[in-house]
């Protein structure tokens, strides 16, 4: 129940082409899923959050889509771009703990 | 900006040792964590940390131990180090109280045992 499943493992899209990272939860107490951008050599950054009394929030090209009932979120990658080329992680936590249940991860590729 | 600092970016020790990774944080937050990340697995928690000398055993603890003697410093040690420790670690730190703060991440320590 602590698990976040994460799809696709991997991603190739052509540059200007929308990015889709799906991700799917379990435990009904999660309030907050931020998602993580990794480039290589590098820790994770946060990118974009969001908490489940909203459906969507979009900062730039990035969006997340969240639907409560069915307990599935997703991060919208507009116009993507080389540079976009990351491993990206979704993330869950509940109020009531400190930790994060992170996703295994999904590594885009964006072809120039 | 929050600033994690860990102490080497790469590491290569022999099976049996005793490892110290270390791990600095610059914003005075009151919660750490260590995690190792490897390929098709993610992030998994190995421990963290509330509060100065508070440890918590997160999913993988097996193999390590922590230390938290002050605020700002959180330490990985692995006891005894074995082949399949070697691993990407990666040092967080976040402001304690809600949970709807993000974690700040290092950039991590790539470690190899022999």
């Known amino acids: 129940q602590q698990q976040v499943k994460q799809s696709p493992q991997s991603l190739i899209v052509q540059k200007g082409g929308i990015s889709i990272i799906n991700c799917a939860y379990e435990?009904?107490?999660?309030?907050?899923f931020p998602w993580y951008q990794q480039f290589p050599g590098k820790g994770p950054a946060l990118l974009i959050a969001?908490?489940?009394?909203?459906s969507e929030k979009k900062e730039g090209r990035f969006t997340i889509s969240f639907n409560k009932s069915a307990k599935q979120f997703s991060l919208h990658i507009m116009d993507s771009q080389p540079g976009d080329s990351a491993t990206y992680f979704c993330a869950a936590s509940a109020n009531y703990g400190q930790n994060f249940v992170f996703g295994p991860g999904t590594r885009l590729s964006v072809l120039p | 900006d929050v600033k994690v600092t860990q102490s080497s970016r790469y590491l290569v020790k022999r099976t049996g040792e005793k490892v110290f990774l270390e791990c600095v944080q610059d914003m005075d937050h009151e919660n750490m964590f260590w995690y190792r990340q490897d390929p098709g697995l993610g992030l998994r928690l190995i421990y963290f940390s509330y509060d100065v000398k508070m440890k918590e055993k997160g999913d993988i603890p097996e193999g390590y131990s922590v230390s938290r003697e002050k605020k700002e410093r959180f330490s990985l040690i692995l006891e005894s180090a074995s082949t399949n420790q070697t691993s990407m670690y990666l040092c967080?730190?976040?402001?304690?109280?809600?949970?709807?703060?993000?974690?700040?991440f290092g950039d991590g320590t790539r470690l190899s045992i022999l």
């Open positions: 967080a730190s976040r402001t304690g109280g809600s949970s709807n703060q993000p974690q700040h």
């Open positions: 435990n009904t107490a999660f309030d907050y």
């Open positions: 969001i908490r489940p009394d909203v």
